[in-house]
């Protein structure tokens, strides 16, 4: 099993930053995969970016160039740098675990999600 713990949400202005953080736990070690998704309201889940254990990166189109994904092995840690945010990123953002970096199935574990809001 392995347990994700997101932090870092809020609220922020168009054009801010803020960076998400995720802690894993549990059988980590097994896992060569992690990412990031986001849900806003009324819309499907959707992909975010992910990264391998050697630090291979996949982004969704939407964010490429705003946003940055990196991971600590040895602190067990996945982050999400969100820069010149538009109100178009407003959605819980998922922590997300397993899977593969280029296939569109996310991987089996989750964290609970944290909330970010940008005003316009």
């Known amino acids: 099993q392995v347990q994700l713990v997101e932090s870092g949400g809020g609220l922020v202005q168009a054009g801010g930053s803020l960076r998400l953080s995720c802690a894993a736990s549990?059988?980590?070690?097994?896992?060569?995969?992690m990412g990031w998704y986001r849900q806003a309201p009324g819309k499907q889940r959707e992909l975010v970016a992910r990264i391998t254990m050697s630090g291979s990166t996949n982004y969704a189109d939407s964010v490429k160039g705003r946003f940055t994904i990196s991971r600590d092995n040895a602190k067990n840690t996945l982050y999400l740098q969100m820069n010149i945010l538009k109100p178009e990123d407003t959605a819980v953002y998922y922590c997300?675990?397993?899977?593969?970096?280029?296939?569109?199935?996310?991987?089996?574990?989750w964290g609970q999600g944290t909330q970010v809001t940008v005003s316009s």
């Open positions: 549990g059988s980590i070690f097994s896992i060569n995969t």
């Open positions: 997300n675990a397993g899977g593969t970096l280029y296939r569109a199935t996310p991987g089996a574990y």
